[in-house]
């Protein structure tokens, strides 16, 4: 019995996660703050930023609630933004995990930084928002270097193998590449 209540939880904590593609539009020299921008699409950040102003500038007449809705209703949509529109081939799967749930933190991270329905709280000081981003800022390319392929197809250094091995591969590989007859 107690399998049958928790064997789906089983499965769904036993997958591995596969290496992801880099985010679109980003390169290898960008810095940490390009890569967290990189990662939340422009439009959410637009949308969130239009309806924001809309909602301060009524806001004699608009409820608390409704920035909290705009923002939770704008992070939900983010994963579905990424995986279909910013993504190929569009869809949801396993490869875009990382891209996804990073375009979440971080658009999380940035409304929180701003303040945005944080601010309607009381323990919310601008500091923490700050703090919050550089941690982020900080976290992202780390676990993107775990997680991520690298432009040659592999998501970090494989067990074993330190600089000097791929240094050793890469020599042996303009070998190979040189042994071989031109035109191909």
Not at 55 to 70: D, E, K, M, N, Y
Not at 75 to 93: A, D, E, I, N, R
Not at 144 to 168: I, L
């Amino acid at each position: 019995m107690f399998s049958a209540l928790f064997g789906g939880f089983k499965r769904l904590t036993s997958w591995k996660l596969l290496p992801q593609d880099a985010p679109p539009n980003s390169s290898p020299t960008d810095s940490y703050l390009q890569k967290l921008v990189t990662y939340v699409p422009a439009d959410v950040i637009g949308a969130y930023l239009a309806m924001s102003g809309v909602i301060a500038q009524s806001a004699a007449t608009t409820p608390a609630w409704l920035s909290w809705a705009v923002f939770l209703g704008l992070l939900l949509l983010t994963p579905f933004y990424v995986c279909y529109l910013k993504t190929s081939p569009p869809g949801l799967q396993t490869s875009k995990i990382f891209h996804w749930s990073t375009s979440c933190i971080a658009f999380t991270a940035w409304v929180f930084a701003m303040g945005g329905p944080f601010l309607q709280t009381h323990w919310y000081q601008p500091v923490y928002g700050s703090i919050v981003l550089v941690f982020v800022t900080l976290i992202i390319p780390v676990l993107e270097r775990r997680f991520v392929k690298d432009p040659g197809g592999a998501s970090g250094p494989p067990a074993g193998v330190n600089n000097s091995d791929k240094a050793q591969s890469g020599l042996e590989k303009d070998k190979k590449d040189d042994a071989s007859p031109p035109g191909k």
